[in-house]
């Protein structure tokens, strides 16, 4: 079982940044890939960035390439996104997301709750 906590979500102008956070609690953190999804308003979830389980691997969908960062501390537990060079269309619920021994998995063992970014014109 894995708890997952998000924080850092907040209101910035377009242009600025946010570093959302990810606290882990619970089994073997470093044995989880972990993504960051968001949602938007009457839009599907997707996926944004991911990071295997040592962060070897990253990927990114493509809206956010050169602009997001993902990473993680496997020491303190915890996931981080890095975002710089917010648009409004990166405004969303963001939601941190584990899956046990898989990279970039569409569909997650575990979900935090969400944070909500709102990039403002």
């Known amino acids: 079982q894995v708890q997952l906590v998000e924080s850092g979500g907040g209101l910035v102008q377009a242009g600025g940044s946010l570093r959302l956070s990810c606290a882990a609690s619970g089994h073997a953190f470093s044995n989880y890939g972990m993504s960051w999804f968001r949602q938007a308003p009457g839009k599907e979830r997707e996926v944004v960035a991911a990071?295997?389980?040592?962060?070897?691997?990253?990927t990114y969908t493509d809206s956010v390439k050169g602009r997001f960062t993902i990473s993680r501390d496997n020491a303190k537990n915890t996931v981080s996104l890095q975002m710089n060079s917010l648009k409004p269309e990166d405004t969303a619920v963001y939601y941190c997301a584990a899956k046990y021994w898989s990279f970039n998995s569409p569909q997650p063992d575990y979900w935090g709750q969400g944070t909500q970014v709102t990039v403002s014109s």
């Open positions: 990071i295997s389980w040592i962060g070897g691997s990253t």
